[in-house]
């Protein structure tokens, strides 16, 4: 019972589209539709998390080169 009372006291919701989903508290979604910046809204989410959710997109994936010598 008390792990439901945590889940009404703090619901968290679910960002995305069909290749990235960001999950974050809620409070922390209506701050940043409010006009706050990801990071302040959300300052425990990765690098990744903060690109998806400020500009729509992941960064570009790095990219690695084999070189036999």
């Known amino acids: 019972m008390h792990k439901n009372l945590l889940l009404l006291s ?3 919701i679910q960002v995305g589209n069909n ?3 960001v999950e974050m508290p809620l409070k922390s979604f209506l701050s940043i539709r ?3 910046s ?3 809204a959300c300052p425990n989410l990765s690098k990744s998390d903060y690109e998806f959710l400020e500009r729509g997109q992941l ?3 790095k990219e ?3 070189v036999e010598l």
């Open 10 to 12: 703090n619901p968290t």
């Open 19 to 21: 290749d990235y989903t």
């Open 38 to 40: 990801a990071r302040q």
């Open 59 to 61: 960064p570009p994936a």
């Open 64 to 66: 690695e080169y084999f």
């Open 34 to 36: 409010d006009g706050a």
